[in-house]
């Protein structure tokens, strides 16, 4: 008999140590993200579901819907990099949508960070997008949270009349999902400093 203390097996024990890190983890990011009680069930679809996710090359995904200015085919610095930054459901139909910040390449400063929303119904081999996020402001920096079917951006931010490498505000902004679209139902900014 094999105990949980002493495995017989390297290999085993690395294995058994996965699926239970896995699943502890899809039942923390249940009740955080979804708001409700995790269960073996859930737990196990939250874990196949972040398996899913991690398949994805979200940058890949992201760069059509970045629109970037073309550059040389051979330039080092034009790499699309691409983040995961919550996972929640936002359309109310009892799936989880994606929510992937990117922002286009640059040789010289920082281009603005934009919150993309992909569909939780779509296959992962071919997510849909739902929404940009935070376009109306130049975020150089983003979080993203999600609660109660909201989604959350705070981040530093350019005003118009701040030089690129400096970042002067603070912005904090809402959306919702209203059937169609993404609403922006709030936003805050305040000045640093």
């Given amino acids: 008999m094999t105990s949980l203390i002493e495995p017989t097996n390297h290999s085993r024990a690395r294995r058994y140590a996965a699926r239970t890190g896995a699943a502890s983890l899809a039942a923390c990011l249940t009740l955080v993200l979804g708001g409700g009680v995790a269960d073996a069930a859930t737990a196990d679809s939250a874990a196949n579901a972040a398996r899913r ?3 994805v090359d979200w940058a890949a995904v992201v760069k059509p819907a970045l629109k970037c200015p073309q550059a040389g085919s051979h330039a080092s610095w034009n790499v699309v990099r691409a983040r995961v930054a919550a996972v929640g459901d936002l359309t109310r139909d009892g799936r989880r ?11 010289t400063s920082s281009n603005p960070s934009i919150a993309f929303v ?24 983003l979080k993203v949270g999600i609660q109660g079917g909201t989604v959350h951006l705070r981040g530093k931010a350019l005003s118009d009349k701040a030089p690129r490498c400096c970042p002067d505000l603070i912005v904090e902004q ?3 999902w209203d059937g169609k679209q993404f609403r922006r139902t709030a936003e805050k ?5």
């Fill in 53 to 55: 996710l991690d398949r």
């Fill in 97 to 107: 949508e994606t929510v992937v910040v990117s922002s286009c390449p640059s040789p």
């Fill in 118 to 141: 992909y569909d939780g119904a779509a296959k992962p081999s071919a997510p849909r997008l739902l929404g940009k996020l935070g376009t109306n402001r130049y975020f150089t920096s």
């Fill in 174 to 176: 809402t959306y919702t």
């Fill in 189 to 193: 900014a305040k000045r640093i400093g």
